[in-house]
């Protein structure tokens, strides 16, 4: 993805660019930042620079494509970048071009974020960024909780030095001048598209978003719009399922409700025949040992009476060889007579 982002200073460009990394995953390629840093760096390059970026005027064109070519060159800007501030005259614009063309890159889109002149005034003027991370703020359209002090990291916030009245007049006067040309430049090539940089910070994304992704990314956003609309289109269907599904289900908890009765009883009889079966089972038993004890004990009175009966007869007996013995004695005395 390889975008030019074009507006005036204080259009706000900037503060999407750095939204736009966040989302796509891509370099934000400032020369503003670039120059700055090389400015407090107090390298040669940014002492050069220095004069022309405290008047309102643009620094000379070798050093700015000088200072591109090597960030272009870095390994993070090969899946793509977002130019912000670069290029800003015809000569720029002609040089990125033909440097991206030996390497086969073209630029795709050129965004322009549109303020009205009014507007840009007061917030070029009203700007303060974080010392520390680069935030940005504006003392009238949005004010830090504490005032002079990041929300984000606590860190000093600051003025830019070139964000005074009259050198943003002179910067503005030079954007007119020198870039607004590259309109038309990009028109012709056919990779202009215009967001309306009025409203909140993230209703100017989503519109910028949404240009990137339809000139960028056209095949992807259709994918995109038919998922969406198939996802939904499931949604719908399965709201009307669960509705049809209502009653199915009520009558299906109905039945299971009623197997659950079913098997409850059925348990319960399984359980009363188990008992039945057992009082059964514990009484036959008792006959048996009833009928065991009542044999047992007819045993006993019948071995009893055989031997009252033996001993009866014994006795018998026993009488019977005495009465014969005495039968004999008489005999014997009656003989001896
Ligand atoms: P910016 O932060 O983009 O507003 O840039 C701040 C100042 O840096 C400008 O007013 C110019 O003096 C200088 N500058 C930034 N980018 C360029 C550029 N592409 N060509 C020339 N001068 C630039």
Do not use: W
């Not at 400015?39 to 620079?49: F, I, M, N, P």
């Not at 504490?146 to 964000?163: E, I, N």
């Not at 998922?227 to 939904?232: D, H």
């Amino acid at each position: 993805m390889r975008i030019v982002l074009l507006g005036a200073p204080g259009s706000g460009k900037g503060t999407q660019a750095k939204k736009l990394v966040e989302r796509y995953n891509i370099p934000q390629i400032s020369t503003g930042d670039l120059l700055r840093e090389a400015v407090a760096a107090g390298s040669e390059l940014g002492k050069r620079a220095k004069t022309a970026m405290d008047t309102g005027q643009l620094v000379s064109d070798d050093i700015v494509l000088g200072m591109i070519q090597e960030r272009l060159a870095k390994p993070d800007a090969k899946s793509g970048f977002i130019l912000d501030g670069f290029p800003r005259n015809i000569p720029q614009s002609q040089s990125l071009d033909a440097m991206l063309a030996r390497v086969g890159q073209p630029i795709q889109l050129s965004l322009l974020v549109d303020v009205d002149n009014s507007v840009l005034l007061k917030r070029i003027t009203g700007r303060r960024s974080c010392g520390s991370c680069g935030a940005i703020y504006n003392i009238y359209f949005s004010t830090p909780k504490v005032p002079g002090k990041c929300d984000k990291c606590g860190g000093t916030l600051q003025h830019r030095s070139d964000d005074n009245e009259d050198t943003v007049t002179n910067r503005l006067a030079v954007y007119e001048e020198q870039t607004a040309p590259l309109m038309s430049y990009y028109k012709a090539q056919g990779k202009l598209r215009t967001v309306a940089g009025v409203g909140s910070i993230s209703e100017i994304f989503d519109k910028m978003c949404e240009v990137i992704e339809a000139q960028i990314r056209p095949l992807a956003t259709a994918m995109k719009k038919i998922s969406e609309a198939t996802a939904s289109a499931k949604k719908a269907a399965k709201a009307g399922n669960a509705k049809k599904a209502k009653p199915k289900k009520a009558a299906a908890k109905k039945k299971a409700a009623k197997k659950k009765v079913k098997k409850t009883a059925a348990k319960k009889t399984a359980k009363k025949k188990v008992k039945k079966k057992l009082v059964k089972k514990t009484a036959a038993k008792k006959k048996v040992a009833k009928k065991k004890t009542a044999k047992k004990k007819t045993a006993k009175k019948k071995t009893a009476k055989k031997k009252v009966k033996k001993k009866a007869k014994k006795k018998a007996a026993k009488k019977k060889v005495k009465k014969k013995a005495k039968k004999k004695a008489k005999k014997k005395a009656k003989r001896r007579r």
